[in-house]
């Protein structure tokens, strides 16, 4: 079973910071680009950032831009999101994502679970 889990989710206050983390099991990360994506009830799954296979490139959605970063350590073959001055429209259910391409998150091959992030004072 190929699997990728996200952790690192949680309830904080509004200007805090978390740090999400996804982990792979079954195979290995540096062999695809990784995308942080999320989604709240009733609206359409939102790509936040993607990271190429070596971590040398990133994107970021222009709504995050700034107050996110994604990184990767593919000898601990883990990626991670780093989110800065959280606000609560930010509460949503996060996911990471697993692209075969070498800098791309649109072909899909694995999703993780998802992890919440609930911002509130």
């Known amino acids: 079973q190929l699997q990728l889990v996200e952790s690192g989710g949680g309830l904080v206050q509004p200007g805090g910071s978390l740090r999400l983390s996804c982990a792979a099991s079954?195979?290995?990360?540096?062999?695809?680009?990784i995308g942080w994506f999320r989604q709240v009830p009733g609206k359409e799954r939102e790509e936040l950032s993607c990271?190429?296979?070596?971590?040398?490139?990133?994107n970021y959605a222009d709504s995050v831009k700034g107050r996110v970063t994604t990184s990767r350590d593919n000898a601990k073959n883990k990626v991670y999101l780093q989110i800065d001055s959280l606000k609560p429209e930010d509460t949503a259910v996060y996911y990471c994502?697993?692209?075969?391409?070498?800098?791309?998150?649109?072909?899909?091959?694995?999703w993780g679970q998802g992890t919440q992030v609930t911002v509130s004072s």
């Open positions: 994502a697993a692209d075969p391409q070498t800098s791309s998150c649109q072909r899909i091959d694995y």
């Open positions: 079954g195979f290995t990360l540096d062999d695809y680009a």
């Open positions: 990271i190429s296979r070596s971590g040398y490139s990133t």
